[in-house]
């Protein structure tokens, strides 16, 4: 998983739906948001993984230009997950390229070093036995792919049970936005 940086930031375009399209989001809210990204990134800003996850943006005012929802999304998703890494201290070492689109987002060895923080004393988080099992087949479906493998609608469907009362579990917000960079790395294999 390739660390994000405000270079890449300042870099990013989005595509604009046409001007008498429907949906996408408000293009003018959706840069002011891009650009306090880039100053969280660079160190002058304060926003974190939990603020990504919130977002919402407008649609567009008829006849307005708006932004492609599922690019903005995508590159969202980007940024939160290397926002969870700063906040824990931990960055992963960037993924090499295979040529896969998967790759370009997700390794086999990202998912062995994923770690989940365990969710505060008096809430229950996610049962850790079941995530670890997604973890190990997240990991052989970016490894090998093929039939047998995780599909982005198989990744969303997962539902996680809660830990049981008195036993740890993985903080929530983490475990979900792994879950989206997983699909969104497998959609863009899928491409």
């Given at each position: 998983m390739s660390q994000v940086t405000p270079d890449d930031v300042s870099r990013i375009h989005f595509a604009t739906m046409p001007p008498m399209g429907h949906g996408g989001y408000h293009a003018d809210e959706?840069?002011?948001?891009?650009?306090?990204?880039?100053?969280?990134?660079?160190?002058?800003g304060v926003l974190t993984a939990d603020d990504i996850r919130h977002v919402a943006f407008d649609a567009p005012c008829?006849?307005?230009?708006?932004?492609?929802?599922?690019?903005?999304?995508?590159?969202?998703?980007?940024?939160?997950?290397?926002?969870?890494?700063?906040?824990?201290?931990?960055?992963?070492?960037?993924?090499?390229?295979?040529?896969?689109?998967?790759?370009?987002?997700?390794?086999?060895?990202?998912?062995?070093?994923?770690?989940?923080?365990?969710?505060?004393?008096?809430?229950?988080?996610?049962?850790?036995?079941?995530?670890?099992?997604?973890?190990?087949?997240?990991?052989?479906?970016?490894?090998?792919?093929?039939?047998?493998?995780?599909?982005?609608?198989?990744?969303?469907?997962?539902?996680?049970?809660?830990?049981?009362?008195?036993?740890?579990?993985?903080?929530?917000?983490?475990?979900?936005?792994?879950?989206?960079?997983?699909?969104?790395?497998?959609?863009?294999?899928?491409?």
């Open positions: 959706v840069d002011a948001f891009v650009e306090l990204v880039s100053a969280t990134l660079a160190g002058q008829f006849g307005g230009r708006g932004y492609q929802a599922d690019q903005v999304d995508e590159f969202l998703d980007q940024v939160r997950i290397e926002l969870e890494y700063r906040q824990r201290g931990a960055r992963p070492v960037p993924a090499a390229g295979n040529g896969s689109g998967a790759a370009a987002l997700l390794t086999p060895n990202d998912v062995h070093r994923m770690q989940f923080t365990q969710a505060a004393v008096g809430r229950r988080g996610y049962d850790i036995e079941e995530v670890d099992a997604f973890l190990d087949l997240v990991a052989a479906t970016v490894a090998h792919g093929g039939p047998g493998s995780l599909t982005f609608s198989d990744v969303r469907a997962v539902r996680f049970s809660e830990a049981r009362l008195g036993t740890p579990g993985y903080t929530r917000d983490e475990v979900d936005a792994f879950r989206d960079l997983v699909v969104t790395a497998l959609e863009n294999n899928h491409r």
